[in-house]
């Protein structure tokens, strides 16, 4: 590969030398001694980073093989696919700070869900999803088969069926590009999203089997499997953007293979950094500094560890643009 880096890296390198701009570099630069040296990442997305079209770089990220495996919640699973076929649909609502709970409301009257400046189209993001992954799950069940969110997911994309409603450049789709690669995700806490909601209303219409979509546990389950098989040589980095649970679910797999487990030989997360805006405050996970992370098992003393007091939106674009050579 060439060492040439194009302008945006040129740039950083040549803006960014203090502050959380340095900690960016230096984390950045983490990140891509850890590929070089063989490592592989787990890329964790919180919040709405879909949403926010972080795809745009993640997607490039995932067809370079820059990443291994991604943890994420369930609203960033489908609010990808959203922003696929529904992006001329949205709504910015760039004053949404000055928004009185009557435009609040007029909004929700008019089937926008707004997550902070922009507003998610009902009809043809949520229900145009609903129409095409109802058949899959109904096929499942009827054939008996057993799936994880992201894997029905995988199905509806790899399908076509929703070619038909593309808005924007399919290559700016992460969740497209991980479905070509079957790149590995897991979903905690899947069935607070929209499409777990709509996937409950079916189980208490009795029209759905609950078990017909695989659960957290069951995620947990493959995860481990899935660290033991990938965790040998240099080992497996932990990229969290935000925090919550996209993050602190899979992170624990370490602990509890050593400790639960017993398996007193098995790696500790390899690279470990976070890029959040949450202040270190009071018993907050999103919070806590990444040195906490030692006294639960998770870290080692000599992990390398970067905290990017930042917003996720500007800087993970950044980091992913050093790494691409962009």
Known sequence: MSNTRGPISQFMERNYLHFNAAAMMDAAKGYETHLDEGGKMMITLAGAMSTAEL?????????????????????NLEEDIMNLVAHSHYKRVPNYRDL???????????????????CI????????????????????????????PHEFMYKMLL????????????KNSWMLAAAE?????????????T?????????????????????????MGWLADWYIANSGGKGIGFFQIGGGIAGDFPICVVPMLYQDMEMENIPFWSYFCQISDSTTSYGSYSGAVPNEKITWGKLDINT???????????VAPLMFAWILRQ
């Open 181 to 193: 690669k079957n790149l590995p995700i897991v979903v905690p806490g899947w069935e607070d999203s």
């Open 100 to 118: 009185s709970p009557q435009d609040e409301w007029d909004l929700l009257e008019n089937h926008y869900n707004r997550v902070t400046d922009t």
């Open 121 to 148: 189209p009902e009809e043809e993001a949520f229900r145009r999803l609903q129409k095409h992954i109802q058949k899959i799950w109904m096929d499942a069940e009827a054939a008996g088969e057993r799936y994880f």
């Open 304 to 314: 390398p560890k970067f905290i990017v007091e930042s917003d996720a939106t500007i």
């Open 55 to 75: 795809g745009i770089s993640l997607a490039e990220m995932i067809r370079q093989d820059k990443v291994s495996i991604i943890s994420c919640t369930g609203a």
């Open 159 to 170: 399908s076509g069926d929703l070619e038909q409603y593309y808005e924007i450049d399919p």
């Open 195 to 219: 499409m777990g909601n709509i996937f409950a209303s079916y189980v208490m219409k009795k029209e759905l089997t609950a078990t017909t979509v695989k659960g957290g546990i069951e995620y």
